[in-house]
């Protein structure tokens, strides 16, 4: 699963537009795009460490607290727990006004759920596993109410209502098909993300109100 669970993730970093001349001052500011550019060169502790320097200075500042969900997620020792509380830092603030606002609330519910769905399957005995299936199917389906065309977590939450259902059948079938839908869903996550890529290009200019 190490190689293809970094598939299951959203790759999305919130990033913020500079609408002052003053906004280098700003250390919160500072600290993410620092903190983007070390995630962007696959530098996930550094990246953490400027990520928790901006929350340092404002413990609100969202940019900051998803970004270092996704830093979390994507580390080396794959910090999933670490990762979820990021995420519920992040979903635990006002839900803003915009499309996009409520496009950045679903992919943390989707990563969120990603987080918890590697969880149940690293060891799926464990009395954890199944509750942690569970909470992924929520998210998912919180998700979906904020972004009802995400393809992907609707893949994602059939995967898990798959699972739940099936959760009686032997230990070594479950890991064969669980392995063939994760390859599935990591055709599927490429393709999101090609389309991510084209919104972000074309909402870029459309977040000057927004100072991230």
Known sequence: MNKSKKQLFRI????FCVISLFSSCD???Q?????NSSYNKKEFAKATEKYESAIANDSTFTPAIFNRGNSFYMSSDSNYKAAIESYEKYLSQPLGKTLQDSL????????KGNSEFALSQQNPQDSLSGKYLQQAAMDYQQSLLLNPKDTN???NLALCLWL???????QSQN???????LEAMKINEKRTLERTKKVEAQT????NEKDW
């Open 12 to 15: 999305f970093i919130i990033s």
């Open 153 to 155: 977590a609707k893949y």
């Open 104 to 111: 950045n609330y679903a992919n943390a519910f989707y990563n």
């Open 164 to 170: 739940m259902k099936n959760d009686n059948q032997s």
């Open 27 to 29: 250390r919160k500011r």
């Open 31 to 35: 600290y993410t795009r620092e903190g």
């Open 175 to 181: 890991q064969q098909q669980n392995q063939q839908m």
């Open 204 to 207: 870029q200019n459309k977040r």
